[in-house]
């Protein structure tokens, strides 16, 4: 089967190797790629968002299945594209992504279905929060911009002022643009950030194994959100006990809410959680592969890949074996380019990947990157994800920063603390 994957960062390029490890794959497209994508699958020059010109592609290069990476064109209804040009496609249509496309559409669904979240309150008009703001007592907040964000739309504010600040940047300044139109103001949850992943065909879940991102730019969790900095699997922090407890009552009552409000969900559904004093919170919905989540999630699949994505989209998950683990953990560690995730310069060249490649139990996935005549440059905020395997979360994290110590650029940085919550 000729496959096709659609976006351009290290979640692609991790789907990219592995698919092509499928005995079943032939010919392995990714749409538009970068350098590390080209080493492992076949870069085709079109953009995630080019509808038509993907559809055409599919049709003319005989592609039996479809995978669909980021969050935008899942946003913009690329499956409901396909289904309408009798091609198949991994992830939700246009109605059932809006779970992650509108927090405020997340919040209102997860109150209806009685999921554990935060409480909150959402606004259109920045006066009106304000004035909520003023009314309330001084506590901890967060404000969230309601539309896609590239991960960044998420303030955690210690006090009022940095509440109104928020307020001000997202529905004033517009620092998100048109995602910032209407906001989510929500209590601030206090406990460590999880990752739960479940493939569903919209009957039957098919739960990974725990994860944890690194969300702030900084060592300690200091600094802006990003688009992660870092992710390690599995967990301690989330054991068998609980992460069936997340099944139950996370992720089995979403999926019935999407199918009872005529949203049928089917792809990758991402529970971002805060593990509380009082049990897990689900702080957002994302509907597709996290990035870097996916990088060591995948480093640790066994079963084929290509096998549960077709299943999810025929609907037969559940006459699946279940899913194969490395027993051994997996660190990812991501470097940026200097400045990110504010602005930053590209066109750096990149030493030292071949020696990264060479490291037993590494494997480098491409981010920003692109190849300028023989070399291969800089060309976005997050760059490479150095993702390693080992015995344990300590040998894992050795692992993937001796491949980290072997990469260099201008400007080069990342933090040096993926995992330690979990080693400490």
Request: aromatic share 6%; charged share 25%; with cysteine.
């Amino acid at each position: 089967m000729n496959v096709l994957i659609i976006g351009g960062g290290g979640r692609e390029h991790a789907l990219a190797w592995r698919i092509a490890q499928s005995p079943r794959a032939e010919r392995v497209f990714v749409a538009p790629g970068n350098a590390g994508t080209a080493g492992d699958a076949e870069n085709v020059q079109i953009s995630a968002d080019d509808f038509p010109a993907l559809i055409r592609f599919a049709r003319q290069n005989d592609v039996g299945l479809t995978i669909v990476g980021p969050e935008a064109p899942l946003a913009a209804g690329i499956v409901d594209a396909f289904d309408e040009a009798g091609l198949r496609s991994f992830g939700p249509g246009k109605a059932a992504a809006e779970l992650e496309g509108s927090k405020v559409f997340c919040k209102n669904l997860l109150r209806d279905a009685d999921v554990p979240s935060a409480d909150y309150h959402t606004f259109d008009n920045p006066d009106e929060a304000v004035k909520y703001l003023r009314d309330r007592e001084n506590v901890p907040i967060v404000v969230k911009a309601d539309g896609l964000a590239a991960g960044k739309g998420v303030i955690v504010c210690h006090d009022r002022d940095e509440a109104l600040e928020a307020v001000d940047q997202i529905a004033r300044r517009k620092a998100f643009g048109a995602a910032g139109n209407r906001m989510v103001i929500e209590e601030r949850l206090d406990g460590q950030e999880a990752s739960v992943l479940a493939i569903t065909d919209g009957q039957t879940i098919a739960t990974l194994q725990p994860a944890q991102d690194h969300k702030p730019a900084y060592d300690g969790d200091a600094g802006p959100n990003t688009g992660g900095m870092g992710a390690y699997c599995p967990t301690p922090l989330v054991d068998d006990k609980m992460l069936h407890w997340v099944e139950q009552h996370v992720l089995v009552p979403t999926v019935h809410a999407l199918k009872r409000a005529g949203r049928p969900f089917r792809g990758v559904l991402y529970a971002g959680l805060m593990v509380t004093n009082q049990g897990p919170k689900v702080l957002e919905y994302n509907v597709r592969f996290g990035d870097p989540e996916c990088q060591p999630l995948l480093m640790r699949l066994k079963t084929d890949l290509l096998d549960v994505l077709e299943a999810a989209v025929e609907g037969r998950l559940d006459r699946i074996e279940p899913l194969q683990w490395d027993p051994r953990p997996a660190v990812c560690v991501v470097m940026a380019s200097e400045g990110y995730p504010g602005s930053y310069t590209t066109g750096h060249p990149i030493r030292g990947l071949d020696a990264a490649a060479q490291l037993p139990d590494v494997k480098v996935f491409h981010a920003g990157t692109k190849r300028v005549n023989d070399q291969i440059v800089n060309a976005g905020g997050r760059v490479v994800n150095v993702t390693a395997l080992g015995d344990s979360i300590a040998q894992a994290k050795l692992n993937a920063y001796r491949g980290v110590k072997c990469i260099r650029w201008n400007g080069a940085w990342c933090r040096k603390d993926i995992s330690d919550k979990a080693i400490g």
